[in-house]
């Protein structure tokens, strides 16, 4: 009998928060600005992205819980800049363990037939 490796609930734990902060369309676009410019403040994302202060802060306030952004403080200024090392293991082992349950899936339709 074939062992099959599916994508286990902790992989899957680690990777929630990527995956919520990126659920939101408004959030992918800030962090590709962020991506883009490397460093930028509220009032920049505010400027670049025409929303409200108060609803920029709220989206880094999640893009900074879920690790996708470090604030950098400047005398009284904060400006933020993107960082995906926290994910990259976790998203390699969930990629890895996605491919080898799709491989699974794939070895067991073909028995069928």
């Given at each position: 009998?074939?062992?099959?490796?599916?994508?286990?609930?902790?992989?899957?734990?680690?990777?929630?928060?990527?995956?919520?902060?990126?659920?939101?369309?408004?959030r992918q676009g800030i962090l590709l600005l962020l991506a883009r410019e490397v460093r930028?403040?509220?009032?920049?994302?505010?400027?670049?992205?025409?929303?409200?202060?108060?609803?920029?802060?709220?989206?880094?306030?999640?893009?900074?819980?879920?690790?996708?952004?470090?604030?950098?403080?400047?005398?009284?200024?904060?400006?933020?800049?993107p960082t995906f090392k926290r994910y990259v293991e976790p998203m390699r082992e969930l990629?890895?363990?996605?491919?080898?349950?799709?491989?699974?899936?794939?070895?067991?339709?073909?028995?069928?037939?």
């Open positions: 009998m074939t062992t099959i490796n599916c994508p286990d609930k902790e992989v899957f734990e680690r990777t929630r928060p990527l995956f919520n902060a990126l659920g939101d369309e408004t930028l403040s509220v009032g920049d994302l505010t400027h670049l992205t025409k929303l409200s202060r108060p609803a920029v802060s709220h989206h880094i306030k999640i893009l900074r819980e879920a690790e996708l952004i470090v604030e950098e403080r400047d005398g009284t200024k904060r400006y933020y800049h990629v890895d363990q996605v491919e080898q349950f799709e491989q699974y899936i794939d070895k067991k339709q073909s028995e069928e037939q």
